[in-house]
């Protein structure tokens, strides 16, 4: 892997992945640039999310034009969905068009449909290239409210997601045990493989999640049940995501710990309405589990 991200256009790929990810959770006012585009430029600017796929394969030898058309198309299709969600419900309640995305999206990444287009390795471009395309689609097109993707984390952030963390911890850490799933190992990590490990656990595991769980699925369905059932479905949700974590086929034991988990990370959201505060709970409790407990 370190060779490939030698590759220059394989740096060039990862910079442009990572620039509407960043520039979105730590420039929150860039989305509104995208209503200033006409209409048509709107719905086809995000086909451009297929630039570091056509980066990547090709100075691999992997290029395919039906990788191309996928990486092209369904960021087009996502906003065209959006596009007329936002026309047919004005109120956001959540429609067909937005949970037929979240769909989607949750089934991509988890069931890894796309992931053959990529090297062993660089997988992971699959999953930022779906979040670019929803983060344009939903906070740009769609303009979903109270999503709280704010990565310019603040005091209460902290203090919100470490109080998840303190109150999840016991529950998860003792039920995980007692199942045999965790494994307690004494021992005292540096401060300098911990904190990298929780950064990149924050950025790539925890916000992604945080943002798609909660701020768009529970956002959304608060909005058509209610705050409490809202919880509890995108808890479920969350815990069948990690179904074939670790396992062959249904890993039970870690659907579970992640529905539990998910249930507090889905509070601190709803605390605060900021995907920050959660994503500190989900990275700390990661963090961890990768630690100590694995």
């Known amino acids: 892997m370190l060779r490939l991200l030698s590759n220059p256009p394989v740096i060039v790929a990862a910079l442009l992945t990572l620039i509407p990810y960043f520039a979105a959770a730590f420039c929150p006012n860039v989305v509104s640039l995208v209503q200033r585009m006409p209409v048509g430029m709107r719905i086809l600017a995000p086909a451009g999310l297929a630039v570091p796929y056509v980066l990547v394969s090709t ?7 039906g990788w ?13 969905l959006l596009y007329e969600a936002r026309l047919a419900d004005p109120e956001q309640r959540g429609g067909w068009r937005d949970f037929l995305i979240l ?10 449909w796309f992931e053959p287009a990529w090297p062993p390795g660089l997988a992971i471009f699959n999953k930022v290239l779906l979040l670019d395309a929803g983060i344009y689609g939903f906070l740009g097109i769609r303009q979903l409210r109270q999503v709280g993707f704010d990565l310019r984390l603040q005091r209460r952030d902290f203090g919100i997601g470490l109080f998840a963390l303190a109150a999840y911890t016991p529950i998860g850490a003792g039920l995980g045990l007692a199942l045999g799933f965790l494994h307690f190992h004494a021992v ?3 401060p300098m493989r911990v904190l990298p490990a929780w950064l990149f656990t924050f950025f790539f595991i925890a916000v ?4 798609f769980f909660r701020g768009w699925m529970q956002n959304l369905l608060e909005r058509r049940v209610g705050p409490a059932r809202a919880l509890l479905i995108t808890s479920t949700l969350f815990g069948l995501s990690h179904f074939n974590k670790r396992a062959v086929l249904f890993n039970w034991r870690y659907v579970l710990l992640a529905t539990i988990a ?9 605390q605060a309405r900021r995907v920050g505060s959660s994503a500190v709970t989900h990275a700390s409790v990661d963090t ?3 630690v100590w407990l694995r």
């Not at 998910?262 to 709803?270: D, E, N, S, V």
């Open 59 to 65: 100075s691999l030898g992997i290029f395919a034009w």
């Open 68 to 80: 191309l058309a996928l990486y092209m198309l369904l960021p087009i299709g996502i906003s065209l």
């Open 103 to 112: 769909l989607v999206i949750g089934l991509a990444v988890d069931l890894r």
């Open 188 to 190: 005292i990590p540096s």
């Open 208 to 211: 992604p999640e945080e943002l």
């Open 262 to 270: 998910g249930i507090f990370y889905g509070l601190a959201w709803r």
């Open 288 to 290: 961890i589990w990768s």
